[in-house]
């Protein structure tokens, strides 16, 4: 298995998080992008966590911002990487999110060779076939950024306008790969479904179509999987919760201890060592080594725009 890891911070609870993945077997490796803009990824170059030779860094990370195609630019460079090492099946998980099913276990449902990515065809596909100029600056704080967020408002307004001259003009954004699905950024898949990613996403992002788009990451790999393995969907296995209207998964805690590990899910997020440490030691999930002492739907909502 090759874990393919998007991190920015919180270099200690990434260490621990490789080692307790790599943990179950010695064939398993790790690969990391760390965000460019990151102290991480100075922190990394000196020094690599986890067991010698199976941990990888991306040589070139690219700046990560939150709903733009940096993300689908900074996971096509993990996969990448991981179709050079060579695996038979990767998982894509941020630095946040925690094992919760023993390897022995993903691996047998992996042998079916599915697909695990959540899928909704159609859902949510104009935020691919509009075109917004802010996308760099969607997380701006209008307490602090009061006239660049003034701005953005300005730059939505025209981006409104030129789509619906688009429109009556007849010139729609392609749409290469059929309508465009949604599904949440992380997934699972087996060496050929990665191969897949390996040859589509480059030329897609070199063509430019997604500059302009909204949350790419939540509909480019769905969309691509539906396409190229349409009979080969399974479901998602991941535990998450969103609050009602929020863009973000809220942390998870001992309270949520009970529900995620009936959830038969393979991975939780999002959790913080600083925020409650409980899953470092929970008797429940997977542990790192002793140095320190089925079938769940992916529960996630939309991203608000």
């Not at 998080?17 to 179950?24: F, G, H, K, S, W």
């Not at 349409?230 to 998964?249: K, L, M």
């Not at 899910?265 to 060592?273: L, Q």
Request: charged fraction near 25%.
């Amino acid at each position: 298995m090759a874990y393919l890891l998007l991190a920015h911070d919180a270099p200690e609870q990434l260490e621990r998080l490789i080692e307790t993945l790599l943990a179950a077997s010695a064939e398993d490796f790790a690969v990391i992008h760390a965000d460019r803009r990151s102290a991480l990824w100075h922190a990394l170059r000196k020094r690599l966590p986890g067991p010698a030779g199976r941990v990888h860094l991306v040589a070139d990370p690219v700046a990560v911002r939150w709903g733009h195609w940096s993300q689908v630019a900074a996971t096509a460079k993990l996969v990448r990487e991981a179709t050079r090492l060579g695996c038979e099946r990767a998982h894509l998980l941020s630095g946040t999110d925690w094992p919760v099913a023993a390897r022995a276990d993903m691996a047998r449902a992996l042998g079916a060779n599915l697909c695990h990515v959540e899928l909704r065809p159609g859902h949510m596909a104009e935020r691919m076939q509009t075109y917004r100029f802010d996308t760099r600056w969607l997380r701006l704080d209008p307490a602090r950024d009061r006239l660049a967020y003034a701005a953005t408002w300005e730059l939505r307004r025209l981006a409104r306008w030129l789509d619906r001259t688009r429109g009556k003009l007849g010139r729609e954004r392609a749409q290469p790969f059929g309508t465009w699905a949604y599904g949440s950024q992380w997934w699972s898949l087996p060496a050929d479904a990665l191969d897949m990613l390996a040859r589509e996403l480059p030329p897609l992002l070199r063509s430019g179509r997604l500059k302009g788009t909204l949350c790419s990451d939540e509909h480019v790999v769905p969309t691509l999987v539906a396409h190229f393995f349409p009979d080969r969907i399974a479901a998602n296995q991941r535990f998450v919760r969103f609050p009602q209207g929020s863009s973000s998964p809220r942390l998870l805690g001992a309270r949520d201890l009970a529900e995620v590990a009936a959830s038969d899910a393979w991975f939780m997020r999002k959790v913080s060592a600083a925020h409650d440490p409980f899953f470092l030691d929970s008797p429940a999930l997977p542990h790192a080594p002793e140095r320190d002492g089925g079938h769940a739907e992916t529960l996630v909502s939309p991203r608000p725009e």
